[in-house]
């Protein structure tokens, strides 16, 4: 008897389960790939726009990019990325009429979720992997605009967005948006923040939201004392008060929005990104304006707020993004000097901060990684050895092999 013959008398059964063992070691054999290190210790991968996040799929094998329009008659969108085995390569770009900002990725890994100004755009990530028409659903509400961030609920139930432009963050009802096909009765309702809420922050248990706001809310009360954004005199006479970070009760959030913020603890002089440490006892926050990477107390964030601050660590100039490195080890955080005419060929850096250290103030800081102009948002590949960043004026994304990262101490 032939092998063939043997083939086809093979029953039914083990023909599937040879054909169900075969996808599961090619798949294996993929994520491998995708997880191998980087060709480069740095290497760049060119956009067409302004990158603002890079955002890996769970398996690190896709990156998705979202951009602003590079120039006034340009259109933004969302350029998508193929990690074949530590080399990555523009595959496609898909346009959006208002760009992309902050994005987030659902839970089950199917749909991608894009901040975009006005909108919120929804994506079919596998049919954005094979260059199918993948937008599935925009919502849009009246008056309310500047959509800067996004974040989803563990379960995938619930969906936040961070309105900068309204000062506030919608909160939908994404399974009900998803049955709906997106027909923009999902709004369960708005929670009130200060002037430029942008971070949107889950804590591990998924009970709290942690979100900055670049200005307290008016409730607060608290005095003018920041100076101008921008401005490189220390003793410039202040124009807005301290920024904010506000703890929101999830589950509360759900129900009555508008009344859900539990705490509001003063974070620096424009904070404007929050990040947790894995356990998620320490919340990390950029504070622009002071140039400052700041640490909190996530318990005291939620609980008693007295003494919530515990350090604040000098950086470069008008910090944005954080990333957590090393089993939280080590804090990086990028120096945008967005407002100093960055023009596309600047370098600018990323400073390394001890985390173990941070009461140390300037002492904690041991190293830098170069970058390029307006460096904004870092993400990590899957493990938390290869690092994305956004320069957001150079027009590209920065990927770094963190393994082969020397800090000198």
């Known amino acids: 008897m032939t092998s063939a013959t043997r083939r086809r008398l093979l029953p039914f059964t083990a023909i599937v389960a040879l054909t169900i063992a075969g996808t599961a070691r090619?798949?294996?054999?993929?994520?491998?790939?995708?997880?191998?290190?980087?060709?480069?210790?740095?290497?760049?991968?060119?956009?067409?726009?302004?990158?603002?996040?890079?955002?890996?799929?769970?398996?690190?094998?896709?990156v998705f990019v979202s951009m602003a329009?590079?120039?006034?008659?340009?259109?933004?969108?969302?350029?998508?990325?193929?990690?074949?085995?530590?080399?990555?390569?523009?595959q496609r770009v898909l346009a959006l009429p208002t760009g992309g900002t902050g994005m987030t990725l659902t839970n089950d890994g199917a749909l991608l979720v894009v901040a975009a100004g006005r909108v919120v755009d929804?994506?079919?990530?596998?049919?954005?992997?094979?260059?199918?028409?993948?937008?599935?659903?925009?919502?849009?509400?009246?008056?309310v605009i500047g959509r800067i961030y996004a974040t989803v609920t563990p379960d995938d139930r619930t969906l936040f967005i961070a309105n900068e432009n309204?000062?506030?963050?919608?909160?939908?009802?994404?399974?009900?948006?998803?049955?709906?096909?997106?027909d923009g009765k999902s709004v369960i309702g708005e929670i009130p923040t200060g002037r430029a809420p942008i971070a949107l922050t889950l804590s591990p248990d998924g009970k709290y939201l942690f979100t900055t706001s670049q200005a307290a809310p008016p409730g607060a009360k608290w005095p003018v004392d920041c100076r101008p954004q921008?401005?490189?005199?220390?003793?410039?006479?202040?124009?807005?008060?301290?920024?904010?970070?506000?703890?929101?009760?999830?589950?509360?959030?759900?129900?009555?929005?508008s009344r859900s913020v539990l705490n509001t603890v003063r974070a620096g002089c424009n904070p404007v990104r929050l990040v947790l440490s894995p356990q998620g006892d320490v919340a990390y926050?950029?504070?622009?304006?002071?140039?400052?990477?700041?640490?909190?107390?996530?318990?005291?964030?939620?609980?008693?707020?007295?003494?919530?601050?515990?350090?604040?660590?000098?950086?470069?100039?008008?910090?944005?993004?954080?990333?957590?490195?090393?089993?939280?080890?080590?804090?990086?955080?990028?120096?945008?000097?967005?407002?100093?005419?960055?023009?596309?060929d600047d370098k600018q850096s990323v400073t390394i901060v001890d985390a173990r250290r941070m009461r140390d103030g300037a002492a904690a800081v041991i190293g830098s990684i170069p970058a390029g102009a307006f460096p904004r948002e870092m993400r990590l590949l899957p493990g938390g050895r290869v690092l994305?960043?956004?320069n957001f004026n150079s027009n590209n994304v920065e990927i770094v092999d963190l393994t082969r990262l020397a800090t000198g101490k």
């Not at 120039?71 to 530590?86: D, H």
């Not at 994506?123 to 919502?139: K, M, P, R, S």
């Open 26 to 62: 090619a798949a294996r054999a993929q994520t491998a790939a995708c997880s191998a290190p980087p060709d480069e210790a740095t290497a760049f991968v060119t956009v067409p726009g302004h990158p603002f996040q890079a955002l890996p799929s769970a398996d690190g094998c896709w």
């Open 69 to 90: 329009p590079a120039s006034p008659n340009a259109q933004g969108g969302i350029a998508v990325l193929r990690n074949m085995g530590g080399h990555f390569r523009l």
């Open 122 to 143: 929804f994506l079919d990530v596998g049919l954005l992997t094979t260059g199918g028409d993948a937008v599935v659903g925009t919502l849009e509400e009246n008056n």
């Open 166 to 182: 309204s000062a506030s963050i919608t909160v939908y009802d994404l399974a009900k948006a998803r049955a709906t096909k997106f």
């Open 230 to 257: 921008g401005s490189t005199d220390a003793n410039a006479a202040p124009d807005h008060v301290h920024g904010a970070i506000l703890v929101v009760d999830v589950a509360r959030a759900q129900r009555e929005p």
């Open 285 to 344: 926050v950029s504070a622009r304006t002071d140039n400052a990477l700041l640490a909190f107390d996530t318990r005291k964030l939620v609980g008693d707020t007295a003494g919530a601050l515990l350090a604040s660590v000098p950086v470069g100039t008008a910090p944005v993004g954080i990333a957590v490195i090393e089993g939280g080890a080590k804090v990086l955080v990028t120096n945008s000097n967005r407002f100093g005419g960055a023009g596309a």
């Open 388 to 390: 994305l960043l956004t």
